[in-house]
């Protein structure tokens, strides 16, 4: 399945931001799956790439969700917040992705 070469200069731009929420923590827990906000028009299997290159794990599956942005109001004038893609990235049994910086 690796047989796909990526450009590596694009996995680094794929994965936006590691997402820390109540909902992303209890998916680490019961799943093993970690939450990533990316690109908007990032494809599984790019993702999949981006996380094995940049954090040495292997991956199970990448499933993604697109979010769209709230209209909000700043006063007289409507705004919206920018549409968000959201990856959770199923890590396989035994492998462990640390995200807090702390030492092992």
């Not at 694009?10 to 997402?19: G, K, S, Y």
């Not at 709230?70 to 995200?99: C, H, I, M, W």
Request: net charge positive; hydrophobic share 40%; proline share 3%.
């Amino acid at each position: 399945m690796s047989a796909i070469k990526f450009d590596e200069g694009r996995l680094m731009q794929v994965l936006v931001a590691p997402i820390v929420s109540e909902k992303a923590t209890l998916a680490s827990e019961k799943g093993n799956a970690v939450t990533f906000k990316v690109l908007q028009d990032a494809t599984k299997p790019e993702i999949k790439a981006a996380v094995e290159l940049m954090f040495k794990v292997e991956v199970e599956g990448v499933s993604v969700v697109n979010i769209k942005g709230k209209t909000k109001r700043f006063g007289r004038s409507v705004g919206r917040r920018d549409n968000l893609r959201k990856a959770y990235v199923t890590l396989k049994p035994g492998q462990e992705l640390n995200l807090s910086g702390e030492a092992a």
